[in-house]
């Protein structure tokens, strides 16, 4: 069982930049990717990041890409989303995933942190 607890989060205003960061222990068999999900109020969890657990490779939803980085500490054990030029509709809590596979559905990670909120304000 891989456990992952985010920390980061917190508000912030338009343009600006927040790092999220992910402690990663444990790891099953299975487990072959990390990634970043986010979810608003009412809404289905949505993909935002992905890397192999080694980072080597990256994923991103169109949403973000040029403005969000997903990186790995292999030191630290971490996995980390640098948020730039931040938006209103940024505003989630943001989850860290570990799967099998490095992909945009939820159905591909196993194991889910608690969450963090991010909320840009204007």
């Known amino acids: 069982q891989v456990q992952l607890v985010e920390s980061g989060g917190g508000r912030v205003q338009t343009g600006d930049s927040l790092r999220l960061s992910c402690a990663v222990s444990?790891?099953?068999?299975?487990?072959?990717?990390l990634g970043w999900f986010r979810q608003r109020p009412g809404e289905a969890r949505e993909f935002v990041a992905a890397c192999t657990w080694n980072g080597d490779s990256t994923s991103y939803a169109d949403s973000v890409k040029g403005r969000f980085i997903i990186s790995r500490d292999n030191a630290k054990n971490t996995v980390d989303l640098q948020m730039n030029t931040l938006k209103r509709e940024d505003t989630a809590i943001y989850y860290c995933?570990?799967?099998?596979?490095?992909?945009?559905?939820?159905?591909?990670?196993?194991?889910w942190g608690q969450g963090t909120q991010v909320i840009v304000s204007s």
């Open positions: 995933a570990a799967g099998f596979a490095m992909g945009d559905s939820p159905r591909l990670y196993r194991s």
């Open positions: 444990g790891r099953t068999f299975s487990s072959s990717a």
